[in-house]
């Protein structure tokens, strides 16, 4: 039921710079809901990366920034390392559905 | 600090009801909004509904008629109840809280549910 779109994977080497698109729509990102990123470990919780579009939690390494434009985000990993291998989600808010919504996901692969 | 931790059965028979409680310490449930979310064995993250202190809540419209959420601000904990229940159902629950700007900020470690007679 996801209703904002993301690659199902990305890769990249080891110090190299990787992004991730979530596409929505006018009834969530596009209707300036913000837009947020979560970090999934195997086998862990999800964890908040980015809030708020663009904001880093305490704790989150700047290698890690979000943007929005329209109704698309981007996550960047910049510098990236064998520890980021890991799933990722956006998410926001729908006004059509009334409540939450989150990306389909993508896996980043540390070559 | 802040910390969840879901509880409740890892085994539920078709047609019956799930039932989940979130334990929350290191924080007052009072002046917060709550969530659980579902992931499906290798899928993605899926809203099932959320509840404030004076127990407003607000439900994924897919499981409306099924859910029931509830919050018990003097034992803070909030419960989740899914009726009707199908394999479909199986998954890690997770409950969380709603922080900044209706991010998910702090989660506990899910709780795996599986369907199954």
């Known amino acids: 039921q996801s209703v904002l779109t993301q690659p199902p994977s990305v890769s990249g080497a080891p110090g190299q710079r990787v992004t991730i698109s979530c596409t929505g729509s006018s009834s969530n990102i596009g209707a300036a809901y913000v837009v947020h990123w979560y970090q999934q470990l195997p086998g862990t919780a999800p964890k908040l990366l980015i809030y708020g579009n663009s904001n880093r939690p305490s704790g989150v390494p700047d290698r890690f920034s979000g943007s929005k434009s329209g109704t698309s985000a981007s996550l960047a990993i910049t510098g990236l390392q064998a520890e980021d291998e890991a799933d990722y989600y956006c998410?926001?808010?729908?006004?059509?559905?009334?409540?939450?919504?989150f990306g389909t996901g993508t896996k980043v692969n540390v070559l | 600090q802040v910390q969840l931790q879901e509880s409740g059965p890892g085994l539920v028979k078709p047609s019956e009801t799930l039932s989940l409680t979130c334990t929350v310490s290191?924080?007052?449930?009072?002046?917060?909004?709550w969530i659980w979310i579902r992931q499906p064995p290798g899928k993605g993250l899926e809203w099932i509904g959320d509840i404030y202190d004076s127990g407003s809540t607000t439900y994924n419209p897919s499981l409306k008629s099924r859910v029931t959420i509830s919050v018990d601000t003097s034992k803070k904990h909030f419960s989740l109840k899914l009726s009707s229940v199908t394999a479909a159902d199986s998954g890690v629950y997770y409950c969380?809280?709603?922080?900044?700007?209706?991010?998910?900020?702090?989660w506990g470690q899910g709780t795996l549910v599986t369907v199954s007679s």
């Open positions: 998410q926001s808010y729908d006004s059509r559905l009334s409540g939450y919504v």
């Open positions: 290191g924080v007052s449930i009072s002046g917060y909004y």
């Open positions: 969380a809280r709603v922080g900044d700007g209706s991010s998910f900020d702090y």
